[in-house]
């Protein structure tokens, strides 16, 4: 019923910029925390950057200063921008969501993924 949807993923040069954009749809009363988490092949999964429901974020260290995280709730959409580039930040993004349905806390969700790949 509740479904993450993300989009924005592709190739980019080193220094380039990509936004991903990943859409909650479903049943959804409300949507506590979102984020985006990494996997690169190999390692595992690590989270990017979260964003709560009142707009408090949480950055890793190796992208703040870089990547913003913002959402319209609205829209329980979230987004991060993606800037200065480079080859290490090559790997899927999975966006997550917290939420509850209008009946239960259904907890994470998440997405199928998108691939981001930075050539040098």
């Known amino acids: 019923q509740v479904q993450l949807v993300e989009s924005g993923g592709g190739l980019v040069q080193a220094g380039g910029s990509l936004r991903l954009s990943c859409a909650a749809s479903?049943?959804?009363?409300?949507?506590?925390?979102m984020g985006w988490y990494r996997q690169a092949p190999g390692k595992q999964r690590e989270l990017v950057a979260a964003?709560?429901?009142?707009?408090?974020?949480n950055y890793a260290d190796f992208v703040k200063g870089r990547f913003a995280i913002s959402r319209d709730n609205a829209k329980n959409t979230v987004y991060l921008q993606m800037n200065s580039l480079v080859p290490e930040d090559t790997a899927v993004y999975y966006c997550?969501?917290?939420?509850?349905?209008?009946?239960?806390?259904?907890?994470?969700?998440w997405g199928q993924g998108t691939q981001v790949t930075v050539s040098s």
């Open positions: 997550n969501a917290d939420l509850y349905s209008s009946t239960w806390y259904r907890g994470d969700y």
């Open positions: 964003i709560s429901s009142g707009g408090t974020t």
């Open positions: 479903g049943d959804i009363f409300s949507v506590l925390n």
